[in-house]
């Protein structure tokens, strides 16, 4: 039941009550107690930044609709006003008010107009039974600002809005991971991120999301993804400095990769044609290996591996899988495991 409201009167004379929901935040101090318990800042500091409430008004409209008052929002891009649907109107608060005086942001003359914009929608529905001039505002407050994380020198904001009876307090989304959060802290390289990504590097002790960091299949440790690569035969991330050459391609691959003192790739050598498709674009490129009676072929993520063979010699070549360059070559007899490595494909006797 609405209290006894207090009246003014309008350019318009007419004699209009105005009312506030019963249980809507007064204050910004209200609203930021509110908002502000459900968020956490490892070392650091969460406030409203920049808040404010203004105070719209939702008018009754001086018609009855399907046999009820109609409420119409009037800001300040609409001018016939926004419908309150039954969802907004429990939202807004409009089953439980109480009195109070016009807000003094708004002279007689601002509340005439508000009351003709509230004529002339009543008038646009263009159906409802007329019930005379509107005589009720309610004054409800929407929430504007921004929710600040501070910790240390490093600041982030999360704008939020909405009506201030029930806005929400917004999820911080990681900018590292993307999840969202109500927790958060800070890495080592200056960034605020969610308080659940933060782990440490076991190498440098740097924190860091966890998003951003790998196991290394060598040392089992958790480590920034920046000082490990892609071991290009096994696919498992690896410390850089725990990558070994190849004794045979001299290509960077985890130890574990090696048997018998060649890596995967090495081992997976395979006799080719010399009209296979995947040997094509190499002899396009080296037309002089057509010379050789025999052609092995084998790939890893990042080169092609080509062992060119005649009867007494052979030759190796490493090279790169998308340019074809020629990273390693080596010269080697049949019958010998071992392989000298050339100083350029273009020395006398290579090809």
Same mark, same amino acid.
């Given at each position: 039941m609405d209290a006894q409201p207090s009246q003014t009167t309008a350019d318009t004379a007419s004699a209009v009550t105005h009312w506030v929901p019963e249980d809507q935040p007064l204050r910004v101090s209200d609203l930021a107690q509110r908002l502000l318990r459900e968020y956490r800042a490892e070392g650091g500091t969460v406030h409203l930044a920049g808040c404010t409430l203004d105070e719209l008004p939702v008018i009754r409209l001086p018609v009855v609709f399907g046999g009820r008052d109609v409420y119409r929002i009037f800001g300040s891009s609409d001018e016939l006003g926004r419908e309150v649907d039954d969802p907004l109107f429990y939202q807004l608060g409009l089953s439980r008010l109480v009195a109070a005086d016009r807000p003094n942001t708004v002279s007689p003359r601002?509340?005439?107009?508000?009351?003709?914009?509230?004529? !002339? !929608?009543? !008038?646009?529905?263009?159906?409802?039974?007329?019930?005379?001039?509107?005589?009720?505002?309610?004054?409800?407050? %929407?929430a504007r600002g921004k929710i600040q994380f501070t910790i240390g020198e490093l600041v982030s904001q999360i704008p939020f809005g909405g009506w201030a009876r029930t806005v929400a307090p917004p999820a911080y989304r990681c900018p590292a991971s993307g999840q969202e959060t109500f927790a958060v802290a800070a890495t080592s390289d200056g960034r605020i991120v969610a308080a659940e990504q933060i782990g440490q590097c076991q190498q440098t002790g740097r924190r860091l999301p966890r998003c951003e960091m790998v196991r290394c299949a060598?040392?089992?440790?958790?480590?920034?993804?920046?000082l490990t690569e892609r071991c290009p035969v096994s696919g498992q991330m690896v410390l850089k400095q725990r990558l070994v050459p190849c004794p045979l391609c001299r290509e960077p691959v985890s130890p574990q990769a090696l048997d018998h003192g060649r890596c995967r790739g090495c081992r997976s050598l395979s006799a080719v044609c010399y009209d296979d498709q995947r040997i094509q674009p190499i002899l396009?490129? %080296?037309?002089?290996?057509?010379?050789?009676?025999?052609?092995?072929? !084998?790939?890893?993520?990042?080169?092609?591996?080509?062992?060119?063979?005649?009867?007494?010699?052979?030759?190796?070549?490493?090279l790169d899988k998308q340019s074809l360059n020629i990273r390693y070559a080596a010269r080697g007899n049949r019958g010998l495991s071992s392989w000298s490595a050339a100083a350029s494909t273009d020395e006398p006797g290579f090809w």
């Open positions: 601002e509340e005439g107009r508000l009351l003709a914009r509230a004529a !002339a !929608a009543a !008038a646009d529905m263009g159906q409802g039974q007329p019930v005379g001039q509107a005589d009720k505002i309610v004054w409800c407050k %929407y060598v040392t089992d440790q958790w480590v920034s993804r920046e396009a490129k %080296y037309p002089l290996l057509s010379r050789w009676q025999w052609l092995r072929l !084998a790939e890893t993520e990042t080169a092609f591996l080509v062992v060119a063979a005649g009867f007494f010699q052979r030759r190796l070549l490493v």
